[in-house]
């Protein structure tokens, strides 16, 4: 029996409950809406599925969604009456996964068609 695009990117991130399920469903449909909309078509071939799914698994952990609150890298610590200071985790500059699309665009464009 073959696993669901959603079973696949809960196998690649760990989850073992189904908690989540409504996050990772967002998450496949978010990539799916990206690619669709960059690619310039209505589905996602066959070739780009796994690209999709790593796409997923980036987009999951920098932005962090079902956490309440998500917590940037340390940006600064001070000894001194210590002092810790950490950077917006959605900021692209502060947090380059959040531009994870950049890093997928070579494999993408092979797909890519003409919009006019």
Same mark, same amino acid.
């Given at each position: 029996?073959?696993?669901?695009?959603? #079973?696949?990117?809960?196998?690649?991130?760990?989850?073992?409950?189904?908690?989540?399920?409504?996050?990772?469903?967002?998450?496949?449909?978010?990539?799916?809406?990206?690619?669709?909309? %960059?690619?310039?078509?209505? #589905?996602?071939? @066959? /070739?780009?599925?796994?690209?999709?799914?790593?796409?997923?698994?980036?987009? %999951?952990?920098? #932005?962090?969604?079902? @956490?309440?609150?998500?917590? /940037?890298?340390?940006?600064?610590?001070? #000894?001194?009456?210590?002092?810790?200071?950490?950077?917006?985790?959605?900021?692209?500059?502060?947090?380059?996964?959040?531009?994870?699309?950049?890093? %997928?665009?070579?494999?993408?464009?092979? %797909?890519?068609?003409? /919009?006019?």
């Amino acid at each position: 029996m073959a696993m669901t695009r959603a #079973e696949k990117l809960k196998a690649l991130l760990g989850i073992t409950t189904g908690d989540k399920d409504f996050i990772i469903q967002f998450i496949l449909d978010k990539v799916s809406d990206m690619v669709c909309n %960059y690619c310039n078509i209505q #589905e996602i071939p @066959q /070739g780009l599925e796994n690209v999709t799914l790593n796409m997923a698994v980036d987009l %999951y952990r920098a #932005e962090g969604l079902g @956490q309440e609150q998500l917590q /940037g890298a340390v940006k600064s610590v001070t #000894e001194g009456d210590v002092s810790v200071s950490f950077s917006s985790a959605s900021s692209i500059s502060e947090n380059p996964g959040m531009a994870f699309l950049k890093n %997928y665009t070579k494999q993408l464009d092979q %797909y890519r068609k003409v /919009g006019w």
